[in-house]
């Protein structure tokens, strides 16, 4: 089957076997049912008793590896024996997506479902590069049309904290994406976009709205906030991003990161887990002084 769904202002056409029950289920709120859609980015996903062995160079991180071989790129994964368990192949600015699945890999609870939309959120990271976006490690809201970045290392505390402004500021706040928003380098604004991909909560709406600040969390035993200056923000920013692997994608990631610092508000959170450290932030971006 072949349906529509709309990223960040990014259209997506994607072609995948029927049971994808899972996948169906987390990419709901995205879907679009317009006749008049015209894709940005077209994914093909299919079985194959065996997936097809990449060429050219090849670049390994931490759960993938990666090639590149001058006409397509792409990313694989393979078993302790050797065998390509799933295997993405994309031209050089993925427009054009192939994802192949290895029918015998069995590894996910939810079946091929859930392994596809895993796969294509390293799919997304790489795409909205090529395409003026950037993902963000971040828990993100909206506070009264205005969106809020809370970014930080997990385990920090960054959904306890986004939690203390529901509590706070009630039917004003609401949670954009609690782990992976994407933000959109407009040439005359910044948005911050819902997604699918949402870490374990898997809490996202699909809202694209101003971003007002970046918020880096540190845990401290008072509430203090203060504004980065350029060289602690491009330090933050690539720490809490998705960097390329592959070398030619690396300019292209570098122009986003500096694009964001120069142009976003950021600033650094010292706080404890209380609703002071809310109004600590409140009072910094939004009040008038």
């Known amino acids: 089957m072949i349906k529509n769904f709309s990223v960040a ?18 990419m709901a709120e995205y879907r679009r049912e317009s006749d008049a859609f015209s894709e940005d980015i077209f994914i093909e996903c299919e ?36 065998r390509i368990l799933n295997l993405v192949s994309a031209d050089k600015d993925w427009t054009r997506v192939r994802v192949f699945l290895a029918a015998s ?37 909206n ?11 997990s385990g920090t505390g960054k959904s306890t904290h986004t939690g203390l402004w529901r509590t706070v500021f009630g ?22 976009c819902g997604s699918p991909w949402s870490g374990t909560s898997g809490i996202n709406t699909n809202q694209i709205i101003p971003l007002a600040a970046i918020v880096c969390l540190e845990r401290g035993n008072e509430n203090y906030i203060e504004r980065l200056k350029e060289n602690a923000a491009v330090l ?13 994608l690396m300019p292209i990631y570098m122009d986003r990161v500096n694009d ?25 971006i939004f009040i008038v002084k």
């Open 47 to 82: 079985r194959c008793t065996n997936c097809p062995y990449p060429s050219g160079e090849f670049y390994k991180s931490k759960l993938l590896l990666y090639y590149d071989s001058g006409r397509e790129c792409g990313f694989f994964t393979k078993s302790s024996e050797g």
């Open 9 to 26: 202002k990014l259209n997506l056409k994607i072609s995948y076997p029927e049971d994808m029950s899972y996948f169906e289920h987390r």
């Open 171 to 192: 039917d004003c706040v609401s949670i954009v994406n609690d782990d992976r928003p994407i933000i959109i380098l407009d040439e005359e604004s910044l948005l911050l």
């Open 105 to 141: 890999e069995s590894r996910y609870p939810d079946g091929d479902g859930r392994r596809l939309f895993n796969i294509l959120n390293h799919v997304m990271e790489i795409a909205v590069l090529t395409r003026g976006r950037l993902v963000l490690h971040a828990s993100a809201i």
């Open 260 to 284: 964001l610092i120069k142009r976003a508000k950021m600033y650094r959170l010292y706080c404890t887990i209380s609703p002071e450290s809310v109004h600590t932030v409140e009072s910094e």
């Open 236 to 248: 933050k920013i690539i720490k809490e991003t998705p960097k390329p692997v592959i070398p030619y």
């Open 143 to 153: 506070y009264k049309g205005s969106a809020l970045a809370f970014s930080a290392p």
